[in-house]
């Protein structure tokens, strides 16, 4: 059946799930860089490929052990097909549905490249995905709000992307803190600080924000310094890498700090700058300043050198 698959499909395939009811073989793969991964129905009867879809990309780490998608075949001229699909870190082993029907789901072995997937009946409820070790115990939980949803009508594919697991560079859900040192200890590391700072900003109490996505990975810090006429600059990082690469985009203009890929966004009024070290990612936020752009690559810039690239 795979040689069948990869035949029709032209590449190859880590895993093959068995014929549905109406005869359709699931098929899933990996490729790009950074990796998204591919699904696909194929007829082996008729020799025929149904629907291919792609999912978003991301990167499987030791503290977000697994990125997943629900995939669904839904059309009038269509099987119905529901598939979870997943990439695992080298440190998981299986992929293990939680469902509000049923929370003690079987698990489901990675294949090759760490590739995983499973059916889910039409009107199963997904409440998270397990990453497990070799020995069955949990290493990661992606939740609800960071699994993606892909659904081919026939026609076109559309869904919703839920959380991209990124870098953002302004505020989110967490806590202010009384300073770094006890958001040290929440965390779980300590904070990497520039060297400058825009003259007339004076530092504010940090903040702790758990990641939505994975509830045990360490939570991202914020660090404010602000003035009385509202400017303000926020530095935010979290232990890289991100499960969601920066997407780039039309909005986004490429830079570099210390010889790092990097994206600045915004205008006159506020500016972003989010880029990413082998250990930490970083996002810079500057709002009501005079030429926020270079206000924020001095920022960024004036962070030691290897205490972003080591």
């Given amino acids: 059946m795979r040689e069948l698959v990869e035949r029709l499909l032209g590449h190859p395939v880590a895993v093959v799930l ?14 790009g860089d950074p990796p998204r991964l591919r699904v696909a129905w194929v007829d082996a009867d008729r020799g025929a490929i149904v629907a291919r879809i792609a999912c978003p990309p991301g990167r499987p780490s030791r503290f977000r052990p697994l990125v997943a998608s629900v995939v669904e075949l839904d059309g009038s001229q269509l099987p119905a097909d529901r598939v979870v699909v997943a990439h695992l870190a080298p440190e998981a082993s299986a992929l293990r549905p939680v469902l509000m ?29 397990d990453a497990l070790d070799a020995g069955g115990e949990p290493v990661g939980r992606l939740v609800r709000a960071g699994i993606s949803e892909m659904r081919f009508d026939g026609v076109s594919v559309g869904g919703h992307m839920r959380s991209t697991h990124g870098m953002a560079a302004g505020i989110g859900g967490g806590h202010w803190v009384s300073d770094h040192s006890e958001a040290a ?4 590391y300590t904070p990497v600080m520039p060297r400058w700072i825009p003259p007339g900003l004076a530092p504010g109490r940090p903040r702790v924000e758990p990641d939505i996505a994975y509830p045990a990975a360490p939570p991202a810090l914020i660090s404010r310094w602000e003035a009385a006429d509202g400017a303000r600059v926020l530095l935010r990082q979290a232990p890289a890498p991100l499960a969601s690469p920066d997407p780039g985009g039309a909005m986004a203009r490429p830079v570099e700090v210390h010889g790092l890929p990097a994206a600045l966004r915004g205008g006159r009024m506020l500016m972003t700058l989010v880029w990413e070290g082998p250990s930490r ?10 030429d926020p752009e270079a206000v924020a690559l001095r920022v960024a810039r004036s962070i030691a050198p290897e205490e972003i690239t080591t």
Avoid at 18 to 31: E, F, I
Avoid at 185 to 188: M, P, S, T, V
């Fill in 18 to 31: 068995d014929p549905s009811r109406d005869g359709l073989v699931v098929a899933v793969s990996r490729a």
């Fill in 185 to 188: 200890f929440e965390a779980g």
């Fill in 281 to 290: 990612a970083f996002g810079v936020q500057v709002r009501g300043m005079v």
């Fill in 101 to 129: 029907d049923d929370p003690r789901t079987g698990a489901v072995e990675a294949g090759p490249d760490g590739l995983a997937a499973v059916r889910l009946s039409p009107d199963a409820l997904l409440l998270a995905a």
